[in-house]
């Protein structure tokens, strides 16, 4: 699978096209988000991913957790091996 390191490389984010039919990615330890005015840890795990206007939307039913991270932030931390796209 293709690791993205760019916008262009995530254009089924916004509705584009489609990256090798991703929708969900696993978390691993290292991902923090700002949650209200302070940084929170994303608990590790799978979530589903939907685009929200220029970012990333990652929710989970089974941890109850829902956060965003821009499409920058998003690509870096696929880059870093932080997160794991999963095909399906």
Avoid: H, Q
Avoid at 3 to 29: C, F, M, Q, Y
Avoid at 52 to 77: H, M, N
């Amino acid at each position: 699978m293709k690791i993205p390191a760019t916008v262009a490389d995530l254009e089924w984010l916004e509705g584009e096209g489609e990256l090798l039919n991703v929708r969900k990615a696993v978390v691993r330890s290292g991902v923090v988000y700002a949650n209200g005015e302070a940084a929170a840890p994303a608990p590790c795990g799978e979530y589903e991913l939907a685009a929200d206007l220029g970012a990333v939307r990652l929710s989970s039913v089974a941890l109850a957790r829902e956060f965003t991270l821009s499409i920058d932030a998003f690509c870096r931390l696929v880059a870093e091996g932080r997160i794991s796209m999963v095909a399906e």
